[in-house]
């Protein structure tokens, strides 16, 4: 079957792939793209492990249609780093040890970015909310709800 | 939160130790925090192909045909595989260390022993490609009873699971039905305690769920060899057993991995590895093989179940005088690591606590169930929680304290442990000590004064005179509920075994030399206090008053010799499976 | 293999799927391309809409007109629709409500489909359109009983009348993880009050039997009732009338039949729990 061509923008680059019709975000992110930030963890919406921002919107790039991004805005944990400098989010992360094996961070972040872009100071229990689609399954969630909060009030948080 | 308790067996420990307690980076979290971390999955290979499996609707059933045609013919499809192309298409994990007979074959053959079992294998150049092949496979079955029960699966005229042992139970240093600790007279004991209490345990099949699931990228090298992408949690167990399997030397397999998703113990299995080398051998390209979450959640190997019956006779002033362990480990249809787990669990008995006769009997049981596998302390997890559980029961039926009595029956160092070992290092009163000051439960003033350094003397530290019996000899069934054949004078302990690996049961036409342990004629081994004419072969222990008489200590043993160098840290312990190993 | 068509109306679409067997509509993805991922579904053609019409909102009034394309991020995003906002949370995380529409909620399976159990108890209709003609209303409650034969073409939205109180409607799922789970069951009910009975009660559970269903043992068991302990506990005896909960990896089939009273009764006692 012919490929069908898709353009988007991916972490601020104009970015192209010939796609399968059924072919989802995920696999064009990762197979087409070489942007390997986002996993596969269910394929079926429950880890959260491939989130990413669609429009600003946190989606699951596993159960979209990559030729329903056409023109669209796309960011993963890949772009959120300006060069050397971390977003304060990623730093938050490391300084309270928010990741053991690693796998769900790039989703977990992407869904905490989700969160403070709407809600700069959340709650405890709306971080929990923010996260409540993202399975951990080693840390636990505490220091991860640690990091998001002290991401929320440290300088710069509010940057896209 | 991390807190260092220097003053809990100082004398036991080098006092230069600079890192715990403290908040040191991780050196790969930048490669998380940014994504660039690569796992098993994240590498591009151009052209890579994707292997499916069909796998078993039923639980127990005999293949009568499987029809390919169809899906070899399927778009994008380059190779479909059966059990006859698998170059060694049997095999059981432990046989790297030369344990167990090969049980299992990577796609089945003849018959299915469980529902999800792989029988034919698709690659194709993309996963839609080899899903939608997947469905044009026809395999015709026929059904078979089934069992999923452990005991039912042990008694006569059960079907049989899995041909290799027809018994439905893994055979031990091929003689027993099941692994054997004896230590005094239990029956005995049980006749004089004043309330013996037996109850059953049941635990549940547990999945892992890592967030990654189980998956391998195979890709052709350069001068003939294979590079693998796995997600191993033991990277080099994967590797021999993809060679052994593929029937390659194990240097012509490179593999990557120590970045896991996730594992818990469910990435020991090398599910994925063999099929996705021999794929990529046979086809020339890259092929990659990754569970889907429903394949992992169903299909990947979960904890086994365990059922634990555990009886014990105590008496009145809190003291357990015999434990008496029967356990089944639900193996599922293939063998893969329970043969471990109930030697784990044996060696673990009867748990953290001196009892001065406790016999066991652990069994691995065949059902039709998916072949369980490690998960953290597997072995240990379970039977732990059955004692602990009955610990409170029994405390609460000698009317005491459940701490209290914890610390009353705990190991100390110098206690005879029932596998003829002398308890050094033990710890549970210190535990409960601390455990109890930070939950500001009561102690007494007198259990707060004990130490597991003193007290593990006298009648503590001999090994009783002890019944042996013929129970559950493979190929004499009448041997079931055999009687006790001979008693073991008190002080006898086990030869240990020769350095030569015990081999148990055949490899690939390989010798399998015997070794079943001997015991050594009744003679007190150095290393104990002077043997002592038994009066009985269950003297009774002195008065308790709980609790426990706070004995005048004898001087602390003397510091052990300073460590030959400044660099090693720790006891040494000793594994067996792994031998002596530092920690 | 599968094939994608992207309709920029809805009677094309709806054409499309009246004529082709094979072809399904393809809402937010989260179950159609779950099926996709993992191979059971692997020809035909997922049709998609990219009419707007499919998104309207019409919120602002006493009758409430929502396409089914609407996600539920746009449910939790209008103030007009507060009273949906508990039923809109309730459905998976922030990625998952950015996806999930109000027309895919009513073709999960149980025990998902919690919006779905909202909209039973406003007695909302749903439109469907046939092929290129017009579309057509029907009960939401004789859509679920036909949703297992299929065929009935494409749902472009669903209709409703505003609770004219909106603290007389009631929503709680029941999860075993917190803060959210799938269901162990979920409760919606419309309570109205007239002189300080209640008067024409709809109450409708999730994951009590195939779909969701109207709980009308309770409903009887309300009306013309003040919310007493009196009524509430007559609503508890009547709770599990018509109920066919199934054993799930979530719950027992038992399980469910022993809570779902308890749940209900706190429910009604406007107890936070």
Known sequence: MAKIPVQFRLNGSDRAAFVDAPETLLNTLRRGLGDFAPKYGCGQGTCGVCTVLVDGEPQLACLTLSVACEGREIETASGMADGPDLHPLQAAFMDHFAAQCGFCTPGMLTAARALLAKNPNPSRDEVVEGISGNICRCTGYEPIIAAILAAASAPGARRA | ?583 | MLDVRSCASLSEASGILLGDRHARLVGGGTLVMRDVNEGRLTEGTLVRVVDPVFRQMNAGGPRIELGAGVTMAMVLASRELAFLHPAARGIGGPAIRTMATIGGNLFADTPYGDFTVALLALDAQIVVQAGYGSGRAMPLEEFLAARERGGQGLVTGVQFARPQNASEFHFRKVARVKPKGISVLSIAAHLPLSGGRVAQARVAYGAMAPTPIRARGVERALEGKALDAGAIQAAKQAALEGCRPATDAIASEWYRREVMPVHLGRLLAGDGR
């Open chain 2, 1 to 583: 939160m991390l807190e260092m308790r220097k003053d809990i067996f100082a004398d036991e420990r080098d006092d230069n130790l600079n890192v715990i307690g403290k908040g040191l980076q991780r050196q790969d979290m930048p490669g998380h925090v940014t994504g660039r971390t690569r796992y098993f999955d994240d590498h591009a290979f151009d052209g890579m192909l994707h292997l499916k499996v069909v796998r078993s609707p039923h639980a127990h059933a005999r293949i009568r045909s499987i029809d390919i045609a169809a899906a070899q013919r399927a778009p994008g499809v380059k190779r479909v595989l059966r059990g006859a192309d698998v170059p060694v298409n049997k095999n059981t994990l432990l046989s790297l260390i030369n344990f167990g007979k090969d049980d299992e074959p990577s796609l089945a053959v003849d018959k299915v022993s469980y529902k999800g079992e792989p029988v034919v294998a698709i690659i194709a150049d993309s996963e839609a490609a080899a899903l939608a092949a997947r469905q044009l496979v026809r395999i015709d079955y026929d059904l078979l009873p089934n069992v999923f029960d452990v005991e039912e699966a042990l008694k006569p005229g059960a079907p049989v699971v899995n041909e290799t042992y027809p018994g439905n139970y893994f055979e031990y240093h091929q003689r027993y039905d099941h692994q054997k600790l004896r230590f005094g007279d239990v029956e005995k004991a049980f006749a004089q305690a004043d309330m013996v209490l037996e109850h059953r345990y049941q635990m549940s099949p547990i999945e892992h769920a890592p967030t990654e699931t189980n998956g391998s990228i195979a890709a052709p090298e350069q001068n003939g060899r294979f590079v693998v992408h796995s997600c191993a949690q033991g990277l080099f167990f994967a590797l021999g057993t993809a060679a052994k399997i593929v029937d390659v030397e194990s240097n012509r397999l490179h593999f990557i991995g120590g970045t896991v998703g996730g594992g818990f113990g469910g990435k020991v299995d090398a599910l994925t590895e063999p099929l996705a080398v021999l794929g990529a051998m046979l086809t020339g390209k890259p092929v990659r093989f990754v569970l889907d979450r429903e394949e992992e959640m169903l299909y990947g190997s979960p904890r086994g179940a365990e059922r634990i019956y555990v009886k014990d006779g105590l008496m009145r002033d809190g003291r357990i005088v015999a434990r008496s362990i029967r356990s089944y480990f639900d193996a599922g249809a293939y063998t893969r690591l329970s043969s471990y787990a109930a030697i784990k669990c044996t060696a673990h008995l009867p748990g953290p606590y001196w009892i001065p006769n406790v016999a066991s009997d652990v069994y691995v049981a065949y059902t039709n169930r998916c072949p369980s596998t490690a998960m953290r302390g597997f072995g240990v997890t379970a039977v732990d929680f059955a004692l602990e559980v009955q610990m409170d029961r029994l405390a609460e039926a000698a009317n005491l304290d459940p701490m209290e009595f914890r610390v009353l029956n705990a190991y100390r160092d110098g206690d005879m442990k029932a596998h003829r070992r002398v308890a050094k290092n033990t710890a549970l009163i210190e535990c409960v000590q601390v455990v109890a000051e930070k939950a500001n439960w009561p102690l007494s003033e007198q259990a707060k004064r004990q130490s597991s350094l003193t007290g593990g003397v006298g009648e503590r530290a001999l090994i009783p005179a002890t019944p042996l019996d013929q129970r559950g000899q493979i190929g004499r069934p009448d041997t079931r509920n055999a009687p006790s054949s001979q008693v073991l004078p008190a002080g006898t302990a086990r030869i240990p075994l020769s350095k030569q690996p015990v081999m148990e049961g055949d490899r690939d036409g390989r010798a399998k030399p015997t070794q079943v342990p001997r015991y050594e004629s009744a003679q007190p081994i150095a290393a104990l206090p002077p043997y002592q004419p038994a009066q009985t072969s269950n003297p009774p222990a002195p008065a308790y008053q709980p609790p426990p008489a706070y004995q005048p200590s004898p001087p602390p043993p003397a510091p052990p010799p300073a460590a030959p160098a400044q660099t090693q840290h720790g006891a040494v312990r000793f594994s067996s499976v792994f031998g002596t190993r530092r920690r």
